[in-house]
């Protein structure tokens, strides 16, 4: 009973709704990609880099909603706290290192970027006329191994978030690696600036001029 | 042409946001203000991702309890056979480790092992005409009656939307595949982009700015006073 | 250094914090969450600690020298599962052979904890090593103003 009802309003939805888009998730979903881009626009038209890391921090933010939006909870979890937790800090503080403002660039300079930016947008929405629609459950990219880990995590691994068994378990080899891949970027970073590095890790008086 | 365009409006601006990082990525010097367009860059490609995986109707990949507790009390056997043109037993779906769902009903493609695919994601592409044909018993009911089938209203009712039912994974969910990607790319993302930076620190600590100009021309300055002496 | 409102908003969000970051930790099977997540939870708290009240006070509670042990017991415990699972007779991280008898997946519920516990103690020293690398870096004398 239970899961009956809980089947009729998704393939009701299905069956009825002739544009998978329009509904009030689209409202949610039109409204965030529209704060995406005024807030991506901001971030090119500012030269004061505070502003443009608290902008960054805006746009982890927004888009950590997109993805609950998106049914990506454990994604926007990850967002939330690293974009516009983490992310900001560090920026902030690469900022204070380096330089506040960035200096004004040419006009003539910004025509040939915007030129490759324009020609590679357009390729790529050439591209998307192939893909799938938005949200299609028959998607190639939905139906094959995504699905076979939906449908095998229950007798597998019986944990309840599917995202944390194929993180662990499924692809354990694979999260080995980006684990290591961090360890590998943290010692980086000691190397660059910390005890590790020319000036001892902060102390300024040691150089001579 | 509106359907073609709705469902596709939202790769169109995740495409844009891209774009907008790649933009600042070229076009400005500061070698800071680059790293952040690579940020912007990233998050854009990552919205992307997550937007590939989102199943229309769907809901976040964690797993419903309460058929987990149906299953272990090795009552609640919903197998759910829709009558439909194709008659092959499509395939075990078992919800607990001691007892198999033989989920009968049929998919358009039903002798294909993938079946099981389809019904995680309860194949609305089975036709719109796909009406409910089962309905579950609560789990207090003897363990032997393997089938509590309902025959359907609609006669050719989709065989794999009953499947869905039967597999008791009738919830949709989105893939969870990209989600786990994108889980671990950020931390990453974060990790190289701190590297980025203390690059850019160690720069600036070296030549004084972080300018791509300033630091081009100083290194060509440099040069032509090696090559002069 | 620090405003008043600032610190006690601080002193009153850090254990919580905390505690949020271990919930995620180990209810990571459950509900959304995980060792990526809980790891850079914890190492906000601290860092918003040091944003507070100075980085001086922050490196007293963790020594700037845990953080690469911390990273590399992170490593190795997640790694050290995989080589456990091998001595054990199985794949490298086939966690199902910790508890072979268990008919509820017992060992994978083992595997997964224990790896996400090293992912979270790799991430969280990660993230705060990086952040002690940039804050502890006295800033050069800048030509040009906020």
């Known amino acids: 009973m239970l899961l009956a009802e809980a089947v009729a309003p998704a393939s009701e939805l299905l069956a009825e709704s002739e544009f998978p888009g329009l509904s009030a998730a689209f409202a949610v979903e039109i409204f965030i990609l529209a704060m995406l881009a005024a807030t991506a626009f901001a971030m090119i038209r500012m030269r004061q880099l505070f502003g443009v890391a608290m902008l960054s921090g805006i746009y982890s933010l927004l888009s950590a909603a997109f993805f609950v939006a998106l049914d990506a909870v454990d994604v926007a979890f990850t967002e939330a706290a690293v974009g516009a937790g983490v992310s900001t800090v560090l920026v902030l503080s690469g900022i204070a290192l380096t330089a506040k403002r960035e200096l004004p660039v040419d006009r003539e300079r910004t025509f040939l970027p915007l030129a490759i930016v324009l020609v590679v947008g357009a390729a790529l929405v050439y591209a998307t006329i192939d893909m799938p629609a938005f949200g299609d459950p028959n998607a190639p990219a939905n139906v094959y191994v995504g699905a076979q880990y939906i449908e095998r995590t229950p007798e597998d691994i019986e944990v309840p978030n599917i995202v944390t068994a194929v993180l662990a378990s499924y692809r354990g080899f694979d999260t080995l690696g980006e684990t290591v891949v961090v360890f590998t970027a943290g010692l980086a970073c000691l190397l660059l600036l910390g005890a590790g590095s020319i000036r001892g890790g902060g102390r300024h008086d040691d150089e001579e001029h | ?229 | 250094m620090g405003h008043l409102i600032l610190r006690v908003t601080i002193k009153l969000l850090f254990a919580p914090i905390i505690l949020f970051a271990l919930y995620v930790q180990f209810h990571g099977d459950y509900g959304p969450g995980g060792g990526f997540q809980a790891g850079v939870t914890l190492a906000a708290a601290f860092i918003l600690h040091a944003l507070g009240f100075g980085l001086d006070r922050c490196q007293k509670v963790i020594p700037p020298g845990w953080l690469p042990v911390g990273m590399a017991l992170g490593v190795l415990i997640y790694a050290g599962t995989g080589i456990y699972t091998m001595l054990l007779g199985g794949n490298f991280l086939d966690y199902d052979v910790i508890q072979p008898d268990s008919h509820h997946h017992a060992g994978q519920h083992i595997g997964i904890i224990v790896v996400e516990l090293g992912v979270g103690l790799a991430v969280a020293a990660t993230m705060l090593q990086i952040f002690y690398a940039f804050a502890a870096r006295e800033p050069e004398p800048m030509d040009d103003a906020w």
């Open chain 2, 1 to 229: 042409m509106l359907e073609f365009i709705l469902a596709r409006y939202n790769y169109w601006i995740v495409i844009c946001l891209m774009m907008t990082g790649l933009y600042i990525v070229f076009a400005r010097g500061n070698l800071v203000k680059t790293l952040i367009g690579l940020n912007l860059f990233q998050t854009s490609v990552f919205i992307f991702y997550i937007t590939v995986g989102k199943v229309i109707g769907g809901t976040a990949p964690i797993l419903i309890e309460n058929k987990k507790k149906d299953g272990t009390h090795g009552g609640d056997h919903g197998a759910g056979h829709g009558e439909s043109h194709s008659e092959a037993p499509v395939g075990f779906v078992s919800s607990d480790e001691a007892e198999h769902l033989v989920s009968e009903g049929a998919a358009h493609e039903a002798t294909d092992p993938s079946v099981t695919n389809q019904i995680g994601y309860g194949q609305p592409g089975a036709g719109g005409q796909a009406t409910e044909s089962l309905h579950l018993q609560p789990p207090a009911t003897p363990a032997n009656e393997l089938f509590k089938d309902v025959a359907g209203d609609a006669a050719h009712a989709a065989g794999a939307s009953s499947d869905a039912a039967a597999a008791a994974t009738d919830i949709l969910y989105s893939n969870p595949l990209p989600h786990v990607l994108i889980l671990t790319a950020i931390v990453v993302g974060v990790a190289t982009t701190a590297v980025g930076l203390s690059l850019a620190v160690r720069i600036r600590e070296a030549y004084g700015t972080v300018e791509e100009d300033d630091l081009e021309s100083m290194d060509n300055a440099a040069e032509v006073a090696e090559v002069a002496r």
